[in-house]
Nanobody, 124 residues
Framework: QVHLVESGGGLAQAGGSLRLSCVVS????????MGWFRQSPGKEREFVGA????????YYANLVKGRFTVSRDNAQNTLFLQMNSLKPEDTADYYC?????????????????WGQGTHVTVSS
């Protein structure tokens, strides 16, 4: 029905930047907000940021606010996560997620569709 594929993960130095992409295919017309989550060993999957569909409002976790930017290009069915001023604690597997246009955007359970993840390592 809906498929998401992330790319752009890799190794970065502290203070550096990475740009993650998520290409969406299938029935994209049924989607509302899209978001990014991350998970590191021994921790729960946590919210990173999200963007709504029509007004393009953005929402961020406190730990990434001012450093990360979520954007979307609906013409190319692509979601982006621009990560600047990276810190070692940003090291994690990053997941792209999409949801239907109802409900909240803060929790993992709010989203119906998920990508397989892309790994980010930030060295000190």
């Amino acid at each position: 029905q809906v498929h998401l594929v992330e790319s752009g993960g890799g190794l970065a130095q502290a203070g550096g930047s990475l740009r993650l992409s998520c290409v969406v295919s299938g029935r994209t017309s049924i989607l509302g907000s899209m978001g990014w989550f991350r998970q590191s060993p021994g921790k729960e999957r946590e919210f990173v940021g999200a963007i709504t569909n029509n007004w393009m409002n953005t929402y961020y976790a406190n730990l990434v606010k001012g450093r990360f930017t979520v954007s979307r290009d609906n013409a190319q069915n692509t979601l982006f996560l621009q990560m600047n001023s990276l810190k070692p604690e940003d090291t994690a597997d990053y997941y792209c997620a999409a949801k239907r246009p109802y409900g909240g955007i803060w929790f993992e359970s709010d989203y119906e569709y998920w990508g397989q993840g892309t790994h980010v390592t930030v060295s000190s």
